[in-house]
């Protein structure tokens, strides 16, 4: 509150200065008006001289009062542009150190080296910093090593770029798996190779998939069934018409149907199998494998394979990826097996745009100006306490309450 009532009383200081120098240019600009006008009017040498000093004199009043207009409107301008970097390393530096409360151990050391990794990670990446950390964050969040950290936003700067989405959009996703499955199961590149190979075969994008995985990663998982089969079947169904969001959401209560005890799927997989949903994943089978079983059950009671859900959505994701598109889901397993650096093309394609290139300058610039405000931080540090203790010393002997009330 004592905050907002400083930058009040200042602002309102300014602006009345402000205001009554242009007040004063313009009575100085009709007062010139004026000596004209009497001085073509009049014959008289004396009247005509005196109205030729009164339009000498104004001319000098506008020429001071604009003079110190120019002056103010210059060292606004400086002004401004130095608040402005300043205020960008404020906030560079108060999220760079919100990262760091994840890190309690951290040192003095470590928390230098980070900063500048990230600016080396802006600048290599053609990231502005403002982005980056966002993503640095959730990252570290997400329990990524701090030692693999950098690694891991390479891969999903990449993704970002080439699926024309928010690096912290790709960490949230990548993320998600990773932790879900292990990374000693799958790593964040293979993961995002993955989903971009969906996107070729499908009809979807990162982002969507970024958007709704969490309607069926966790169903999935308890299965422990393979992120391939996930991403071929949302390249199926989104290629058949079903929107990505349907297409999870279906997904995933059809695993959670398989995996439930007393579910029709679940018992009926169990009599056609003698083996859980689960364990038939455990020996090596996919979800293509588990489907063409149903899809026997089925046909032999003479029924849609639908019906062999409880829900419409599981039945809905049964029937697109069995039947005719039994074939296509075949094709897209096969896609998942060959789709190592389909990430990097991506990248490759969307890096060489003037856009990305564009990006790059910027982020630089940004980089540049960190790093000229991490020069003086110490002096601009100290500047700011010594001026909000004079404000404090103002507020305690009544100073600024007069100010506040001269200004009105």
């Known amino acids: 509150m004592q905050d907002n009532r400083k930058v009040r009383v200042i602002f309102e200081a300014v602006l009345n200065k402000f205001t009554n120098n242009v007040k004063t240019a313009a009575k100085a600009t009709l007062e010139i008006g004026d000596a004209g006008e009497k001085a073509s009017k009049r014959a008289n040498f004396d009247d005509s001289a005196k109205s030729a000093d009164n339009l000498d004199n104004s001319l000098k009043k506008v020429t001071q009062t604009l003079k110190a207009m120019a002056i103010g409107y210059a060292g606004k301008k400086l002004f401004d542009a130095g608040k ?37 990670f802006s600048k290599d990446m053609k990231v502005m910093p403002e982005e980056v950390l966002p993503a640095l964050y959730q990252a570290i969040s997400a329990s990524v090593p701090e030692s693999k950290v950098f690694d891991f936003l390479e891969v999903a700067r990449k993704s970002a770029v080439g699926g024309v989405t928010e690096t912290s959009t790709a960490v949230d996703v990548l993320t998600s798996v990773v932790n879900a499955y292990g990374d000693d199961v799958i790593s964040a590149n293979k993961a995002s190779d993955l989903m971009f190979m969906a996107m070729r075969k499908g009809k979807t994008t990162f ?32 290629a058949m018409g079903t929107p990505t969001a349907q297409s999870t959401t279906q997904l995933g209560r059809m695993f959670l149907e398989f995996s439930k005890d007393g579910t029709k799927a679940s018992e009926i997989f169990l009599q056609a199998t003698n083996k859980t949903f689960k364990q038939f994943i455990a020996e090596g089978n996919n979800l293509q494998d588990a489907l063409n079983i149903m899809d026997a059950v089925a046909k032999k009671a003479g029924v849609e394979i639908n019906n062999l859900f409880n829900t419409a959505e599981a039945g809905n994701a049964a029937l697109a990826l069995t039947g005719k598109g039994a074939i296509r889901f075949s094709e897209d397993l096969k896609a998942m097996e060959e789709s190592t650096g389909s990430t990097e093309k991506a990248y490759e394609k969307m890096s060489g745009t003037i856009s990305f290139f ?3 300058i910027r982020a630089k ?33 009544g100073s600024l309450d007069r100010l506040a009330e001269s200004i009105g």
């Open 207 to 238: 982002e969507e998939m970024a958007s709704n995985m969490y309607s069926v990663l966790p169903a999935a998982k308890s299965l422990e069934v393979p992120f391939e089969n996930i991403t071929a079947a949302i390249a199926t169904m989104t």
């Open 358 to 360: 564009l990006e790059g």
């Open 365 to 397: 610039i940004a980089v540049f100006k960190l790093n000229i405000a991490d020069k003086y931080f110490p002096e601009i540090q100290d500047a700011i306490m010594k001026v909000d203790e004079s404000f404090d010393r103002l507020e305690e002997n």
């Open 84 to 120: 402005e970097n300043f205020m960008f390393f404020a906030d560079y530096q108060k999220k760079l150190t919100e990262t760091f409360t994840l890190l309690p151990d951290i040192t003095q050391e470590g928390m230098d080296r980070m900063s500048e990794d990230v600016k080396q």
